[in-house]
């Protein structure tokens, strides 16, 4: 095992496809989910996540270049924090531009592997709670509202949603929880 973070290679990939197909190597179709549902689903995760990070093995990774369980539960926790924030943002003003977040560079900055998995899990179950409960409050009406990525890519809250949604439960898979 490793924990440097510079051993990772850099995810250059455009996810935005799972929203229109079921992600192979999960198996989660978001595409057609319900922003009604989303809540529920996410809670369902903490109780996987937190039985990740507590796990004897949640340090280790299963290869030098594929992140530990806590990489991956300190990402997820971040993923929450910064999906919150654009759904705010969206909500606030259609249209909204969205700053951009580069989570190879905060896994390296936030010295993931160095985190205390207990610390994480609760982090973790906060953010994700905060976005649950930001989701349940969102009103049929707003589910059409805009948001633009830095690279272009253009989500309507829903979209948004369901976006994260998969990488929550994607990474779920990636640790075998």
């Known amino acids: ?3 440097d973070a510079t051993q990772i290679p850099p995810d250059t990939k455009d996810w935005t496809w799972v929203l229109a197909e079921a992600c192979p190597e999960c198996g989660v179709a978001v595409g057609g989910i319900e922003v009604a549902e989303i809540p529920a689903i996410v809670r369902a995760t903490v109780p996987r996540w937190r039985g990740a990070l507590a796990a004897p ?3 280790t990774r299963p290869t030098p270049t594929t992140w530990s369980p806590l990489e ?3 990402h997820v926790r971040d993923v929450n924090r910064v999906m919150l924030g654009r759904l705010r943002l969206m ?6 531009h969205f700053a951009n977040w580069d989570q190879d560079a905060a896994a ?3 010295r993931y592997a160095e985190l205390d998995p207990a610390a994480v899990a609760e982090e973790l179950a906060h953010s ?5 409960a930001a989701a349940a409050a969102v009103r049929p009406e707003e589910e059409s509202r805009r948001g633009l990525r830095s690279n272009g890519s253009e989500f309507t809250v829903r979209t948004l949603l369901q976006y994260y949604l998969h990488d929550n439960v994607h ?3 990636d640790v075998g929880a």
């Open 1 to 3: 095992m490793t924990d």
């Open 57 to 59: 093995a949640a340090r």
């Open 72 to 74: 991956y539960g300190a």
């Open 91 to 96: 909500l606030a003003a259609d249209g909204a």
């Open 108 to 110: 390296v900055e936030g």
């Open 128 to 132: 994700a709670e905060e976005l649950a």
């Open 171 to 173: 990474h779920l898979a």
